[in-house]
């Protein structure tokens, strides 16, 4: 009985898409998500493609993605954060979001909880931070950094933290010209 649960539950399981690096693609493979993501911008106003190139590099649209586990000599003793599922949210920021959102039987493995999340996230930051809703740069950095850490300027010391940064902003503006051109044919119905 437990093993056919088990069995049942990796079945239910998404797999991240066959090609990341094209947005249309990924919402042809899962029409779901394109439907997900279009929901928390009408509903947080953070543009599509902000919001997927931030998962793409949290997750990379893995569902049970987690920090990697740390070792000393050959003993694990514990992850570096609670960070979890697409979003990469730590748990006390998921409660956060579970109690302001009213969204209180979320789970971050579930692709339409996670992009609501990051809608969230992205707006408080406009808010309290000012950054705006398409600045996929300067939200990344807040992402990572928390709202805190972002206004201590705790970023300006990490070198490797602006290059991602800039990754993702890049692939936000890719998937902003991919999403562009197939965006009509995804709201109508009829992509292919």
């Given at each position: ?12 399981a998404t797999s991240p898409p066959r090609n990341p690096e094209d947005l249309c693609a990924i919402f042809e493979?899962?029409d779901d998500w394109h439907k997900a993501a279009k929901n928390s911008q009408e509903k947080w106003g953070v ?86 809703k398409w600045d996929a740069y300067q939200q990344y950095l807040n992402y990572h950094e928390g709202w805190g ?44």
């Amino acid at each position: 009985m437990l093993a056919a649960l088990v069995v049942f539950l990796v079945g239910c399981a998404t797999s991240p898409p066959r090609n990341p690096e094209d947005l249309c693609a990924i919402f042809e493979q899962h029409d779901d998500w394109h439907k997900a993501a279009k929901n928390s911008q009408e509903k947080w106003g953070v543009p599509v493609h902000v919001m997927m190139a931030t998962m793409y590099q949290e997750s990379s649209f893995r569902h049970d993605a987690q920090p990697p586990m740390r070792y000393f000599l050959f003993i694990p003793y514990g992850r570096a954060s609670s960070a979890y599922g697409y979003p990469q949210a730590k748990d006390e920021t998921w409660a956060d979001y579970q109690r302001e959102s009213g969204n209180g039987w979320s789970s971050r493995d579930d692709f339409a909880d996670a992009i609501d999340f990051m809608g969230w996230y992205m707006s408080k930051t406009h808010r309290i931070n000012g950054v705006s809703k398409w600045d996929a740069y300067q939200q990344y950095l807040n992402y990572h950094e928390g709202w805190g850490g972002y206004r201590r300027g705790s970023y300006r010391q990490k070198q490797w933290l602006l290059n991602v940064s800039r990754r993702v902003d890049s692939r936000a503006q890719r998937y902003a010209k991919q999403y562009w051109q197939c965006k009509e044919e995804l709201n109508s119905g009829w992509f292919g």
